[in-house]
């Protein structure tokens, strides 16, 4: 009976270790989120400044 390895050299077998996309920002997506709500009129503009000055304050 053969015996099967993984071969280093095969790039199937290891994972890819450069990503190609930018890990995500949670902070800019939420700065996004918030701007998205805030253009559409669902939140005040002290809420606005409330909330982004809060997620800032995160970095």
Not at 31 to 38: G, I, P
Request: charged residues 25%.
């Amino acid at each position: 009976m053969d015996v099967v390895e993984s071969d280093s050299d095969n790039p199937v077998t290891r994972p890819h270790s450069d990503p190609t996309t930018p890990p995500p920002n949670p902070i800019a997506d939420r700065l996004r989120q918030l701007a998205a709500v805030y253009q559409q009129g669902l939140i005040s503009d002290g809420e606005y400044a409330e909330q982004r000055t809060r997620i800032l304050g995160e970095l």
